[in-house]
């Protein structure tokens, strides 16, 4: 089982939502920290809540906006220059612009493509050598979605990214099975009662239905994710579908 004190992880997301709690997990695994968001006043908020409570957890944090290539590749050398390599890279970030298909402006499809799947290539190509050659055992987490697995309307750009992620992983496993040692797992859970859902409440095609739909409950998920990380240099999961089987209704408007 993998130890994960003082691996170098690199979160994206990770001012609210799950990568919000990814952080404060990892921050409780002993983890040398690298926080990304573009929301500069909640991501510093997180590092104080687990500097906090964990003394001597190490966290470095970079507002950037994940839809600019050159700010990706210049928070990566700084990263590179500071740790020399990650151990795990975690793309958590990804944002939703609801529209009908016939109706989405050009723009919008690509800054959705560019935040929820370019960036984590992006990523993967700029540490992946580093990782290779100085991390035991490099592991790319993607946080895909179920939407990966069956669509949904409304909100095609999103549907495509996630796929995508799920066949980035897919080509990380394949072309490093040969070349190296980096691995990567695609988790694909159900809709989590985050921050998140804020984009998509005023749409009635895809919001949650208040006293119907069941959510995923963030901080369960994010532990499960992280004993999952543990685990990987025991288990070769390359993806994971995962939905709660407690009734955790969505309550906002009852």
């Not at 906090?52 to 590179?80: H, N, R, W």
Request: net charge negative; hydrophobic share 40%.
């Amino acid at each position: 089982m993998m130890n994960l004190q003082g691996k170098n992880v690199l979160i994206t997301g990770a001012s609210s939502g799950l990568g919000k709690e990814l952080s404060l997990c990892c921050g409780e695994a002993g983890c040398n920290l690298i926080l990304i968001s573009n929301q500069k006043e909640q991501l510093e908020s997180v590092a104080t809540e687990i500097r906090g409570k964990y003394t001597e957890a190490s966290i470095i944090t970079f507002c950037i906006d994940l839809q600019y290539p050159e700010e990706i590749e210049s928070m990566c050398k700084e990263v590179l220059r500071k740790k020399e390599h990650l151990d795990v890279l975690i793309n958590c970030a990804g944002i939703i612009i609801p529209e009908r298909l016939e109706n989405v402006p050009t723009e919008d499809w690509h800054k959705v493509i560019n935040i929820n799947l370019t960036a984590p290539f992006l990523l993967v190509k700029h540490f992946t050598r580093s990782m290779n050659e100085k991390s035991e055992s490099p592991l790319v987490v993607n946080i895909s979605s179920q939407v990966s697995k069956r669509g949904d309307p409304y909100c095609a750009s999103y549907v495509a990214s996630k796929f995508g992620m799920n066949g980035l992983t897919a080509a990380i496993n394949e072309e490093y099975r040969v070349h190296g040692k980096l691995r990567a797992i695609s988790f694909c859970p159900g809709s989590m009662e985050t921050p998140f859902l804020e984009s998509v409440e005023d749409h009635p095609a895809i919001a949650p239905r208040p006293g119907v739909d069941i959510m995923m409950n963030s901080a369960t998920s994010a532990r499960m994710i992280v004993d999952i990380i543990r685990h990987s240099d025991l288990i070769d999961i390359s993806e994971l579908v995962f939905q709660a089987r407690k009734t955790q209704i969505y309550k906002k408007g009852l």
